[in-house]
């Protein structure tokens, strides 16, 4: 399975900037995720990033808030922008190759004060 | 895609007994079910899949049963011991390959 590798793994922020996520993947895979999991909660998808195309965002989700780059098949940001407390979460990168099954990065643990 | 139903939320057994997680679904198109496990502070992890094609796939002591007609899929975990505790999600995906989590099941297993 692709070994993905996530960071920052934490990060404490102030209220108002914003936090680019790094997601690298040892192998070339089609289709990468972004996920958001508050404590105690499932997994909320963000938005899917597919290499050359624009990110297709979930509902309640929109690109100026969370912006994303795919420049290739192993690589991905997401980036948290304008944070405020309410985004204070775990944010989780994840791939899919095709029908294979889905794995998941270890996570960035966000705080904002 | 459409959601996927998981019962019950909390879980609570005594060491060595069984465990069954159960997920309900209404759309057609959905051909794979996985099953992620999570422990406190980690990646969900997958544990064991299924395809639409299979009704029952056995690993060790986990299993996941299928009912493509009744459109419900179960996990169970046999011999359940302490390390078993963790939060299990259930997922299913179709021909877009973009997974439907499950709210997820608090599984606690007592020595």
């Known amino acids: 399975s692709a070994v993905i590798s996530q960071k920052p793994s934490r990060d404490i922020c102030q209220r108002g900037t914003s936090l680019t996520i790094q997601c690298q993947v040892d192998?070339?895979?089609?289709?990468m995720f972004w996920y958001r999991q508050q404590p105690g909660q499932s997994l909320t998808l963000i938005a899917t990033?597919?290499?050359?195309?624009?990110?297709?965002?979930e509902s309640g989700f929109v690109i100026d808030k969370f912006p994303i780059s795919r420049p290739n098949l192993t690589f991905s940001t997401l980036t948290v922008s304008n944070m405020s407390p309410e985004d204070s979460s775990i944010y989780l990168c994840?791939?899919?190759?095709?029908?294979?099954?889905?794995?998941f990065g270890d996570g960035t643990r966000l705080s904002i004060l | 895609g459409e959601n996927v139903e998981q019962h019950p939320s909390t879980l609570s057994v005594q060491e060595g007994d069984s465990a069954v997680i159960k997920c309900t679904y209404s759309?057609?198109?959905?051909?794979?079910f996985p099953w992620y496990k999570q422990e406190l502070g980690k990646r969900p992890q997958l544990i064991i899949d299924?395809?639409?094609?299979?009704g029952e796939k056995k690993d060790q002591r986990i299993a996941v049963t299928l009912n493509k007609t009744a459109k419900h899929f179960s996990l169970h975990i046999t011999e359940t011991q302490p390390e078993d505790s963790a939060v299990y999600f259930c997922?299913?995906?179709?021909?877009?390959?973009?997974?439907?989590f499950g709210r997820g099941t608090s599984l606690i297993v007592h020595p």
């Open positions: 994840s791939t899919r190759q095709g029908d294979q099954p889905q794995h």
């Open positions: 192998s070339q895979v089609t289709m």
């Open positions: 990033a597919n290499q050359g195309s624009e990110a297709t965002y």
């Open positions: 759309d057609s198109a959905s051909n794979y």
């Open positions: 299924i395809r639409s094609n299979v």
């Open positions: 997922a299913k995906s179709g021909g877009s390959y973009i997974p439907t």
